[in-house]
């Protein structure tokens, strides 16, 4: 199949005037120069395609409100947030495509939940990303009330797995991908988030100073760093002088790990030692050992990408019932 051309403005001599034809109209562009005229035509193109998709989310269409939060959240959320959605989202259109958005129903969201093997916090999570993405399609107005206010969220599991040392030297046992042991690495070592590493280019990389920087979203304040140890920092360097463009953690075949290539490798651990493990697991076992090794909280959270610090210790208020961590720290205090 020929592809097809990109649409591009043409000049009318006896107008004095730029246009260009889009779906078969042509639409004036005005009297300008030819580079302002291209500048008119991507305004234009990006001016129709909102106009579309706007006009696809009144037929109260399951995609396109989709959709249309996803676009939402990219440009007021952290690139990270959305991932996070986008992922699960697509997961489950993937599952009902031709879902009206008034149709759907809890039982909908139960049924594609418990098709997948997942943790108490996994399916929390699924169920959460579906039904905050009705709430929001009725605050905005696109349907009256969310069909799924009715839909029970249950609380998330806290109970995490801190992996030991020799845990995660057991682990990399079950690779031969030396790419995917980079990314376990680095993991463990930095503590980053999983769409951190997985979205990490040699652009966001500063040599100078031994870290990752993120831009943030729009809107938003700070910047998201990640701080390298030395191993990480190696790690880094080598896959930048592979792949000096684009994403930086890749398999074998120069791909880019995505996260559901990435529980597959897991869950093919899980089926052979019966443990579950995940890049999650592995940044939570980076914090619990960094709180035990007298690390301040503060430091800790902002190292995480914390925004609010008292998030550390809601979460890993389990050290408080490790005695021999408390022992410890009481030992600490009294010199």
Same mark, same amino acid.
């Given at each position: 199949?020929?592809?097809?051309?990109?649409?591009?403005?043409?000049?009318?001599?006896?107008?004095?005037?730029?246009?260009?034809?889009?779906?078969?109209?042509?639409?004036?562009?005005?009297?300008?120069?030819?580079?302002? /005229?291209? =500048?008119?035509?991507?305004?234009?193109?990006?001016?129709?395609?909102?106009?579309?998709?706007?006009?696809?989310?009144?037929?109260?269409?399951?995609?396109?409100?989709?959709?249309?939060?996803?676009?939402?959240?990219?440009?007021?959320?952290?690139?990270?947030?959305?991932?996070?959605?986008?992922?699960?989202?697509?997961?489950?259109?993937?599952?009902?495509?031709?879902?009206?958005?008034?149709?759907?129903?809890?039982?909908?969201?139960?049924?594609?939940?418990?098709?997948?093997?997942?943790?108490?916090?996994?399916?929390?999570?699924?169920?959460?990303?579906?039904?905050?993405?009705?709430?929001?399609?009725?605050?905005?107005?696109?349907?009256?009330?969310?069909?799924?206010?009715?839909?029970?969220?249950?609380? /998330?599991?806290?109970?995490?797995?801190?992996?030991?040392?020799?845990?995660?030297?057991?682990?990399?046992?079950?690779?031969?991908?030396?790419?995917?042991?980079?990314?376990?690495?680095?993991?463990?070592?930095?503590?980053?988030?999983?769409?951190?590493?997985?979205?990490?280019?040699?652009?966001?990389?500063?040599?100078?100073?031994?870290?990752?920087?993120?831009?943030?979203?729009?809107?938003?304040?700070?910047?998201?760093? =990640?701080?390298?140890?030395?191993?990480?920092?190696?790690?880094?360097?080598?896959?930048?002088?592979?792949?000096?463009?684009?994403?930086?953690?890749?398999?074998?075949?120069? @791909?880019?790990?995505?996260?559901?290539?990435?529980?597959?490798?897991?869950?093919?651990?899980?089926?052979?030692?019966?443990?579950?493990?995940?890049?999650?697991?592995?940044?939570?076992?980076?914090?619990?050992?960094?709180?035990?090794?007298?690390?301040?909280?503060?430091?800790?959270?902002?190292?995480?990408?914390?925004?609010?610090?008292?998030?550390?210790?809601?979460?890993?208020?389990?050290?408080?019932?490790?005695?021999?961590?408390?022992?410890?720290?009481? @030992? @600490?205090?009294?010199?």
């Amino acid at each position: 199949m020929a592809k097809k051309r990109e649409a591009r403005p043409w000049y009318r001599p006896s107008r004095s005037c730029w246009y260009i034809t889009l779906d078969g109209k042509q639409h004036k562009l005005g009297d300008c120069s030819e580079s302002e /005229a291209w =500048v008119r035509a991507d305004t234009l193109k990006r001016q129709l395609k909102q106009e579309a998709s706007a006009k696809a989310v009144s037929s109260d269409s399951l995609a396109a409100i989709i959709d249309a939060f996803l676009e939402w959240t990219e440009k007021h959320r952290a690139p990270d947030t959305y991932e996070w959605y986008r992922y699960r989202l697509q997961r489950f259109i993937d599952r009902y495509p031709d879902l009206n958005a008034l149709d759907v129903r809890p039982h909908h969201v139960q049924t594609w939940v418990d098709s997948y093997e997942l943790s108490k916090t996994s399916r929390r999570n699924y169920l959460r990303s579906v039904k905050r993405c009705m709430a929001w399609a009725a605050k905005q107005g696109y349907i009256e009330t969310s069909p799924l206010r009715h839909l029970e969220v249950p609380s /998330a599991d806290h109970k995490e797995v801190v992996i030991s040392q020799a845990e995660f030297d057991e682990l990399l046992t079950h690779f031969r991908n030396q790419d995917f042991k980079d990314l376990l690495r680095l993991t463990w070592e930095t503590g980053c988030r999983p769409q951190e590493s997985l979205r990490v280019e040699a652009r966001h990389v500063d040599l100078d100073n031994s870290r990752w920087v993120f831009p943030v979203s729009e809107g938003k304040t700070g910047l998201r760093i =990640v701080y390298l140890t030395e191993e990480a920092l190696l790690i880094t360097k080598r896959l930048m002088l592979k792949y000096p463009k684009g994403k930086l953690f890749r398999n074998r075949n120069g @791909k880019a790990w995505t996260t559901d290539a990435v529980n597959c490798r897991f869950y093919y651990v899980q089926q052979k030692t019966g443990k579950r493990y995940s890049l999650y697991a592995l940044r939570h076992s980076w914090a619990t050992h960094a709180l035990r090794k007298g690390l301040d909280p503060l430091t800790v959270a902002i190292l995480m990408g914390h925004k609010d610090p008292s998030m550390l210790s809601r979460v890993y208020q389990h050290l408080s019932l490790s005695p021999e961590h408390m022992l410890e720290q009481a @030992k @600490k205090a009294a010199g």
